[in-house]
């Protein structure tokens, strides 16, 4: 199986700059994309195809992916951005999502 | 605007079976891939089935494979996942998402339904 990893939690400080990565084998080859999921809600696309954002998504989150590794940077975090973040590839036919990364902002 | 729409969950002993409908709308229901994910209590995201556009091509997770089926029905709108020989491992909210035009991303989540497994 193919597996994804994050680091279960990041902590940053409001206005700096936090990067989540997610790693798997060849994921630079990989179709990534970042969701947001707040507590008690339903997760949101916030990066696609590497570094797009989806309409509505602001423009300090940004991505790259290269080599085995892809991340998630958010510059200027705000305190509204405290939630989990999972990454997501695939594996042949299959959808992978990585083990979620709880960002705190502090 | 898309909006998806679980319902379904409830809950149900060990062994029984279940099935969760998603009504669809504010999009051409027929020419995108579906998708259902589930997520455990206090637990990360796991993807359990996708379906293609007129369902004739379907995956699942190894962990519900032979016991779960997804289907759609276009003319409704709806996508399905029946759920046979339940377990306490599948209690979880599951959510129905739609793939995006690439087929490579779940662009719209609906907001989930609860199926609770328990004697």
């Known amino acids: ?106 | 605007q898309v909006q998806l729409v679980e319902s379904g969950g409830g809950v149900v002993q060990p062994g029984r079976s279940l099935r969760l409908s998603c009504a669809a709308s504010g999009f051409t229901f027929s020419t995108y891939g579906m998708h259902w994910v589930r997520q455990a209590p206090g637990k990360g995201l796991e993807w359990v089935a996708i379906t293609s556009i007129e369902g004739s091509n379907k995956n699942y997770a190894d962990s519900v494979k032979g016991r779960f089926i997804i289907s759609r029905d276009n003319s409704k709108n709806t996508l399905y996942l029946q759920m046979n020989s339940l377990n306490t491992e599948d209690t979880a909210i599951y959510y129905c998402a739609k793939g995006d035009i690439s087929g490579w991303y779940l662009d719209y989540w609906g907001q989930g339904t609860l199926v609770t497994v328990s004697s």
Request: charged share 15%; hydrophobic share 25%; with cysteine.
């Open chain 1, 1 to 106: 199986s193919y597996d994804l990893t994050q680091p279960p939690s990041v902590s940053v400080s409001p206005g700096q700059t936090a990067s989540i990565t997610c790693s798997g084998d060849k994921l630079g080859h990989n179709h990534v994309c970042w969701y947001q999921q707040k507590p008690g809600q339903s997760p949101v696309l916030v990066i696609y195809q590497h570094d797009k954002r989806p309409s509505g998504i602001p423009e300090r989150f940004s991505g790259s992916n290269s080599g085995n590794t892809a991340t998630l940077t958010i510059s200027g975090t705000q305190a509204m951005d405290e939630a989990d973040y999972y990454c997501q590839a695939w594996d042949s036919n299959i959808v992978v999502f990585g083990g979620g990364t709880k960002l705190t902002v502090l």
